[in-house]
T-cell receptor
Framework: GAGVSQSPRYKVAKRGQDVALRCDPI?????LFWYQQALGQGPEFLTY????????KSGLPSDRFFAERPEGSVSTLKIQRTQQEDSAVYLC?????????????FGPGTRLTVT | AQTVTQSQPEMSVQEAETVTLSCTYD???????LFWYKQPPSRQMILVIR??????QNATENRFSVNFQKAAKSFSLKISDSQLGDTAMYFC???????????FGQGTILTVHP
């Protein structure tokens, strides 16, 4: 079946622009995670959704970052007034149920470059 | 808060040989899971192996096995009979919250040479 997909795969934004990154999780997956991966580093947690509820947004680096999952499936990560330090790969992952043992399936990521 | 440390930025191994990647972590939790994920160049991250903290038996998946030392907070990955397709960045990850939020290490780039 289809895996997790993300769009766009690459995004170049000028400093100060707003961007929206989309994640299509595996159908039926309850949990959805967003991670930020700087070049050569491990992913860092941004936010978590269980269905449409955003249960943890403790990793969002500033109030310029906003995420939503209004119908419990597709999710969008929005970054307002982008800064150079926002340049990174943004990974989305989903898992079938909420639970620490369950495998997270990752998308290919969106590489954001802020110039 | 949890921390995960991978002290080997890069490793290399000859095809068919065995290699071990190191990982240590720090936590005050008692019930958690540990994972190794593989991220091939320009490809998606995939799960290699997982270990439940309350299980003493080390997990194995075909050529991949772990050495889990709970008291030492150590979780190394052994890859036997290395293959060219094993070339990737490997991440150790800690899963401790009820819903599965992952804390990753910095990664180890593994190169398998023919």
């Amino acid at each position: 079946g289809a895996g997790v997909s993300q769009s766009p795969r690459y995004k170049v934004a000028k400093r100060g622009q707003d961007v929206a990154l989309r994640c299509d999780p595996i159908s039926g997956h309850v949990s959805l995670f967003w991670y930020q991966q700087a070049l050569g580093q491990g992913p860092e947690f941004l936010t978590y959704f269980q269905n449409e509820a955003q249960l943890d947004k403790s990793g969002l680096p500033s109030d310029r970052f906003f995420a939503e999952r209004p119908e419990g499936s597709v999710s969008t990560l929005k970054i307002q007034r982008t800064q150079q330090e926002d340049s990174a790969v943004y990974l989305c992952a989903s898992s079938l149920v909420a639970g620490q043992s369950y495998e997270q399936y990752f998308g290919p990521g969106t590489r954001l470059t802020v110039t | 808060a949890q921390t995960v440390t991978q002290s080997q930025p890069e490793m290399s191994v000859q095809e068919a040989e065995t290699v071990t990647l190191s990982c240590t972590y720090d936590t005050s939790e008692n019930n958690y899971y540990l994972f190794w994920y593989k991220q091939p160049p320009s490809r998606q991250m995939i799960l290699v192996i997982r270990q439940e903290a309350y299980k003493q038996q080390n997990a194995t998946e075909n050529r991949f096995s772990v050495n889990f030392q709970k008291a030492a907070k150590s979780f190394s990955l052994k890859i036997s009979d290395s293959q060219l397709g094993d070339t990737a960045m490997y991440f150790c990850a800690f899963g401790g919250t009820s819903y599965g939020k992952l804390t990753f290490g910095q990664g180890t780039i593994l190169t398998v040479h023919p």
